[in-house]
C-alpha cells in the first residue's frame, strides 16, 4: 500500500516503531495492540449509540435541545470519538495482516513498522496528513487525482487533486455501505487542501514553517472544527446560482468578454500563444484555462463586460502584497470571532434555537420589546454580513497569496451599511453584490420584457426573496412568505424614491434619508429575522 521497501515508496514518511524487532516479542506487542484497539472500538462505538437520536444510519451530532457550549462540546467529543474509532479500526486491520506476514509467511518485523504517527505531534496541517495519519491509499489518491492536478497546474494542482480524490474516494465508500449522498465528506476533504496551501503561503510570506502549539490549534481547527461543521445543505442554492451564469452566458449574442475585447477573437489570439508565454503572463494556468476559471468562479464579474455597472468600493485596505495579506488575515480571525459572538449570543437567549423562537418576547412591554426585537435583528444581520466578509476574505487570501493576483482584483465586497442615505445605495452599495447577477438572469430581465424598469426592479427582488427562502428550507426552517415579503417591500421602497425625485426634482439623501431606508431595513427587516 505504501511501497515500503519498494522504489515507487523511497518517498513515503514512515513512522518510528515502538515495538520490538525480535520475531516474538513482535507478535506479542502486536497482538496486545490488537486486543487494545477491538476493546476501544467498542467502547467508543457503545457510548456514541448512547446518545439520544444517534443510530448507525443516522441522526446528527449537534443536540439542538443544549446551549451552544455544551452542544458544540459534545459534537466535538463525539467527533474525536469516531476519529479514534476509524483509527483504531485501521490499526487493527494493518496489525492483523502485519501479524500474517510475520507469522505465516516468516516476514522482518522491520518490514511493517507502524501505520500511523503520533497524532498529537502532528504540529501542522501537512504534518498530520503527511506523516501522523495513515499513508494506505497514498499512491490511489496520486493516481487519480494527485497526478492528473499536477498536470493541471502543478503543485498546487496536485494538492486539490490528491484531497478531491480522497473525498470522492471516501464519499463512494459511504454509499457503498448504503449512506445518502453527502457532499460535506468532499466539502472537508478539500478545505484539508486550502489549509495546507495557506500553510505553504505563510512560510513564503515569512519564511517560517507552521510549527509550535500555534500549528498544533491550527491543524485542530481544520481536523475538529470543519471535521464537524463543514455543511454542504445548501448545495441546491449553489446549482440555482450557477444556471443562471450559464443562462446569462449562453444568451449573450457576441459570448463572454472582458473589458477591453471586442470579440470572441481577442481572447482567441491570447489562447494561441505558446504555453510558456501564455503561462508566464497570468501565473501557472494557461489563459484559456485561466479565464475559464476566472468567469465560472467571478460573482460581481469585476473586469469582464457583465460586471459593467457593479459598484466596487474604495479599497480600505494597503495596495501593497505582504500588507495587504496581514490586514486580511487579522480581518479572517476578527471576523470569525465576531460571528462566534453574535451567533452564540443569539442561541443563549430563551426559547431561541435553530428551528424555533421569536425576536418578539411577548412578555415584555410593547417599547422594550421591540428594543430588543431590533437589537436582535441588528446582531442578525451583522452575524451575516461578518460571515460573508470572513469567506472572501479567506478566498482573497487564496487567490492573492497561493495564485500572486493583484490585491486590486479583491476591492472591498460593500461599502459601510450605516453611512447610507438611502434604500436604493443601501441594495447597489451598501450591502453585498455576489448575488446580482444571479437575480438579474431569474427575476429581473424577465421582469424587464414584461414591465420595462419597475417590472426589472420587483422581478430582481422577488427573486431575491425566493431564493433567500428556499435557502432557509433547505436549512430546516418551514416556508414561510414574510421573507419575501420583505424582499418586495424593498423595491416598494425604492421606486418611492424614484418617485420623490421625479416629483421634488431632489435625490433622497441625508438624515432623512438614512431614517427612510432604517425604517425598511431594520424595521420591516424584523419579519425576515422572525
Known sequence: MRGVGWDFGT????????????????????????????????????????????????????????????????????HISHGLMVYAGVCNVYDITSLIGVVLFHQSPSLWPPICGS?????????????????????????LGGFFGRWFAGSIGMVFGCFLASGLFHEFGLIAAGKELDMRVVVFFLLQAVGILLEKAFSALTGRKVGGWPGFLWTAVFILGFGQICTFDLTGLAALAGCAKSIHFA????????????????????????????????????????????????ARGLGWKFGRGVHVPKARRSSERSAYLKRTASSVIRTLLL??????????????????????????????????STLLHL??????????????????????????????????????????????????KGWHQILRDTFLVIGGYPGRWIAGDVGMLFGTFIASGLFHEV????????????????????AFGILAEKLFKSVTGRSVGGWGGMLWAAIFVVGIGQMCSE
Open 339 to 372: 460571528v462566534d459572538l453574535f451567533d452564540s449570543f443569539l442561541e443563549t437567549l430563551p426559547g431561541m434555537t435553530v428551528q424555533s423562537g421569536t425576536i418578539f418576547f411577548p412578555d415584555l412591554p410593547p417599547i422594550t420589546r421591540y428594543l430588543v
Open 119 to 143: 497524532l498529537l505531534e502532528a504540529r501542522s496541517l501537512h504534518g498530520f496528513w503527511a506523516k501522523a495519519w495513515h499513508q494506505s491509499f497514498r499512491y490511489t489518491f496520486l493516481t
Open 251 to 298: 444568451v449573450v449574442p457576441e459570448g463572454t468578454l472582458k473589458l477591453g475585447e471586442e470579440d470572441l477573437w481577442d481572447s482567441q489570439e491570447q489562447a494561441n500563444k505558446s504555453p510558456a508565454e501564455s503561462i508566464k503572463q497570468r501565473g501557472r494556468f494557461p489563459s484559456w484555462l485561466s479565464d475559464a476559471i476566472e468567469v465560472g468562479i467571478t
Open 11 to 78: 518517498y513515503v514518511p514512515i513512522p518510528r516503531s515502538n515495538r520490538p524487532a525480535e520475531r516474538q516479542a513482535y507478535i506479542r506487542a502486536t497482538i496486545k495492540d490488537i486486543v487494545r484497539n477491538v476493546l476501544l472500538v467498542d467502547v467508543l462505538d457503545t457510548a456514541v449509540k448512547q446518545v439520544p437520536g444517534i443510530t448507525a444510519t443516522g441522526g446528527s451530532i449537534f443536540l439542538q435541545e443544549l446551549p451552544p457550549l455544551q452542544r458544540y462540546a459534545l459534537s466535538t467529543i463525539l
Open 379 to 428: 446582531c442578525t444581520g451583522i452575524t451575516v454580513i461578518y460571515g460573508l466578509e470572513m469567506w472572501y476574505d479567506i478566498a482573497s487570501l487564496i487567490g492573492v497569496g497561493l495564485f500572486h493576483q493583484s490585491p486590486a482584483l479583491w476591492p472591498p465586497m460593500h461599502d459601510i451599511p450605516a453611512r447610507m442615505t438611502s434604500l436604493h445605495e443601501f441594495w447597489s
Open 471 to 490: 435557502g432557509l428550507y433547505l436549512g430546516g426552517a418551514p416556508f414561510d412568505a414574510r421573507v419575501l415579503f420583505f424582499f418586495v417591500s424593498q
